[in-house]
């Protein structure tokens, strides 16, 4: 396994965890109508592309032992203004084939590493994996800072996570 920045050439690949991991860890939790809204495009990469090559936030990838990237964390800058933390880890997916092979546990220290201080990540409610994932891993479950988004009238519930 190998942690590294994101360099343009990844962000296919990037793209695919991405959308691969949103259809298939929220399909019991999301209505199908948004979840196809977040499917593989070149506009996806091209976005991932952007994000990159801009080197305004923190964009990890794991590799495995063949040199494939599996799994990506993204993170930067704190994005809510009702918490004291300075820093937001905004996505963290492993490919499905590798799961709980320690790609995520890996990309998480890595994050912290990079921003040396706390930081906080929103989970969508229900995700049971995640959080207990990020609570096995450290994260503080901090249900005072919850959030919800609409999308076309569909309520997005998320809970936020402190690691500190």
Do not use: T
């Not at 409610?125 to 569909?154: C, H, R, T, V």
């Amino acid at each position: 396994m190998k942690i590294r920045y994101a360099e343009v050439f990844d962000a296919f690949l990037i793209a695919q965890i991405h959308c691969n991991c949103w259809q298939k860890a929220y399909a019991n939790l999301i209505p199908q109508f948004i979840l196809q809204k977040r499917n593989f495009s070149s506009e996806r990469v091209l976005r991932w592309e952007n994000r990159i090559k801009a080197h305004k936030d923190v964009i990890l990838v794991a590799e495995n032992n063949d040199g494939k990237v599996v799994a990506f964390a993204w993170g930067g800058k704190a994005r809510d203004e009702n918490i004291f933390l300075n820093f937001e880890l905004y996505a963290l997916y492993v490919d499905d084939a590798c799961q709980n092979l320690g790609y995520g546990s890996a990309l998480i220290k890595a994050f912290a590493n990079e921003v040396k201080e706390g930081f906080y990540l929103f989970a969508l409610k229900g995700n049971e994996k995640a959080y207990n994932f990020y609570i096995k891993k450290g994260g503080i479950l901090k249900p005072e800072y919850a959030k919800q988004q609409e999308d076309e009238g569909f309520v997005l519930e998320e809970d936020c996570f402190f690691f500190i």
